[in-house]
């Protein structure tokens, strides 16, 4: 009995050996890998997911690991289904690791709500139906499911496989046409996560931001440039809606907009100038109002200007504006322009990881096609339309930065540390994928840390490990 229980012992320590910074893991014989997935839950916590085909079992499966803010990784329960389940998202809630799977089937459409109990490392699963057209929000702390249903927003919250809430708002009469305008059929909204620093952004028309408990949707008519918001409140489902027209810039070639503390910043260019603006989204006042040409001349090299205003008003390029805050609660401004026919903002990190694991780096053209056509790679593991992270081309130019007080004047000589890191991701990813011995890379990147999961092939063996920036 005790050779027995000795020869177990040894064969847990092969399969996954768990250290402070480096975690091993060896797949079985009969487990054919998928892919890899690696994402960030809070800045300080982590998954990694290991995605295999059971060639004995002909059954798919997940292989969850945790990290926490330790760098103490744990191997969590298989995630076992039939067929080729996406994970939709992941959240943490106290003590609780949550996944929410999409089972990809025609007829019986379901969601799988994965709940692991960290403390006892259980597993729970619970299952909800799935409707056409739906889209969902991770959020650090639970998965928001939205449906628009008539005249009214549905959502479902999945806090934990035992706590699942169903709300609804109802429109109010005078306020069914715009919301309408606004939840057109079919068409769901660029999910824009505001923890953490994307420099250009979302391009989308349709956005969605979460801040201080509210759901904040904007929408750009792009015949007028009017700009129509849904705030919605996640506690008690009231809701506000505003419109908001841009008439101080003539000839508008290019715009685009962003969201920050309840307040909506636009940035519309011509051919002759650009045009920054911030109102309030609770009441509408315009707050204010920068010129390019006019205001921003005296911090700037009127070059620099120029080439920002010729380039983003090019029927190829977009303008973008986001907002970083620094260490002192001031906002950090970035203005810049992107190539719409190869920026992607919603899916592209997941699609970075997919194209590394399918050995196709110096297919260009081939990404470049797909990202055209929006297509991206469906099946099993993580779906790419999900996750929100930076763009596939590496813009060279430089963008306009300034900080603004909380008057909204620029200031300058003063701390431009951000509170979120705008990381060269490619600094840290680049000599893995050069290292001819790995496969399956993904990584996450945390506060102070980046972790990376990958696969020896010499070894046969796939590590999480953790380096500090």
Not at 65 to 91: G, R
Not at 118 to 142: A, C, G, V
Not at 145 to 159: G, Q
Not at 426 to 433: E, S
Request: glycine letters at 2%; proline letters at 2%.
């Amino acid at each position: 009995m005790k050779k027995l229980l000795t020869i177990i012992c040894l064969l847990a320590i092969s399969t996954a050996n768990i250290h402070a910074n480096e975690f091993e893991f060896k797949p079985a014989k009969n487990q054919k890998i998928e892919g890899t997935f690696s994402a960030d839950l809070n800045q300080e916590k982590s998954i990694h997911l290991i995605l295999v085909k059971n060639k004995d079992l002909n059954n798919y499966q997940i292989i969850p690991f945790y990290m926490d803010e330790n760098e103490n990784t744990i191997q969590l329960e298989t995630i076992s289904t039939k067929n080729n389940s996406s994970v939709v998202s992941y959240h943490l809630n106290n003590s609780n690791l949550i996944f929410v799977l999409d089972n990809n089937e025609k007829k019986n459409k379901q969601y799988y709500i994965i709940d692991y109990d960290l403390k006892t490392k259980e597993q729970l699963i619970k299952k909800i139906d799935k409707k056409d057209n739906e889209f969902i929000f991770r959020l650090i702390d639970k998965t928001v499911i939205f449906k628009k249903v008539e005249n009214s927003l549905e959502t479902i919250e999945v806090i934990s496989a035992n706590n699942i809430l169903n709300k609804k708002v109802d429109i109010n009469s005078n306020d069914i046409s715009k919301f309408n305008e606004i939840f057109e059929p079919k068409i769901t909204p660029q999910l824009v996560n505001t923890n953490e620093f994307v420099k250009n952004g979302s391009v989308d028309n349709f956005q969605v931001f979460f801040e201080n408990n509210h759901f904040i949707f904007s929408k750009i008519n792009p015949d007028d440039y009017i700009v129509d918001t849904f705030t919605l409140n996640s506690n008690d489902y009231t809701y506000h809606l505003n419109s908001f027209k841009n008439e101080n810039l003539t000839n508008i070639k290019g715009f685009n907009t962003y969201i920050h503390h309840g307040k909506l910043f636009s940035i519309a260019v011509n051919n002759d100038d650009a045009l920054l603006k911030i109102e309030s989204i609770q009441n509408g006042k315009i707050l204010s109002l920068f010129s390019f040409s006019k205001d921003l001349k005296t911090h700037f090299e009127s070059e620099n200007l120029n080439e920002i205003i010729k380039q983003a008003s090019k029927k190829r390029n977009k303008p973008t504006i986001t907002i970083n805050e620094t260490i002192e609660n001031k906002m950090a401004v970035n203005i810049d322009y992107v190539d719409i026919r190869v920026y992607s903002y919603d899916y592209n990190w997941w699609f970075h990881h997919w194209m590394w694991q399918q050995q196709q780096w110096g297919m260009q053209q081939m990404i470049q096609q797909n990202i055209n056509n929006f297509k991206v790679p469906g099946g099993f593991g993580p779906n790419p339309q999900f996750y929100e992270n930076s763009t596939l081309i590496k813009s060279e130019h430089e963008s306009i930065r300034f900080i603004l007080t909380d008057t909204y004047n620029i200031e300058e000589n003063t701390s431009t540390e951000t509170k979120y890191k705008d990381i060269d991701k490619d600094k840290y990813l680049d000599p893995l994928k050069d290292n001819s011995d790995l496969k399956h890379i993904t990584a996450s990147f945390q506060k102070d840390s980046f972790r990376y999961l990958y696969y020896s092939k010499k070894l046969d063996i796939f590590f999480i490990k953790t380096s500090k920036f």
